[in-house]
């Protein structure tokens, strides 16, 4: 008991930051933590649909194998036309993960559940070495 009392702000400060690292858990947010790998998983196995949320543009100068361009800006309007099947893996994507990460939260209130966040981006993608075509 003596310990406690005369150390009580360390271990305030241990349980403080074993909180802090415990809170995604808690929270249960992924924080875009789909690799390009897994992301070719859910592809293979779970036919799962990639959605580029870049501009046309930036589209075109290359993109994964058979994904999809939405702008984010039109995402809320196009992607129950686009993507009809709510139950499939959703899978964003953009340059570096920033507009995917938002995406992603558009996509869930769209009532896509599976709807997930390659991290990294485009460039993780190319860093796995794995498929780009330009249109």
């Known amino acids: 008991m003596k310990f406690i009392v005369d150390n009580w702000l360390l271990i305030l400060i ?3 930051s074993g909180g802090m690292l415990a809170w995604p858990l808690i929270r ?12 070719v998983q859910l592809i293979n196995r779970s036919r799962a649909v990639v959605v580029d949320v870049r501009e ?5 100068a290359g993109h994964v194998t058979g ?5 984010l800006n039109q995402l809320d309007t196009k992607l129950a036309s686009t993507v009809k099947n709510k139950t499939v893996p959703l899978l964003l994507i953009c340059a570096t993960g920033s507009r995917a990460q938002r995406a992603v939260a558009t996509a869930k209130k769209l009532g896509y559940e599976q709807a997930q966040a390659i991290a990294g981006g485009l460039k993780s ?11």
């Not at 993608?125 to 249109?135: S, T």
């Open 14 to 16: 241990a349980l403080s």
């Open 28 to 39: 249960g947010g992924t924080g875009g933590s789909l690799t390009a790998q897994g992301a």
């Open 56 to 60: 046309p543009e930036e589209f075109a």
């Open 67 to 71: 994904a999809k361009n939405i702008p």
């Open 125 to 135: 993608w190319k860093d796995a070495n794995l498929p780009i075509e330009k249109v």
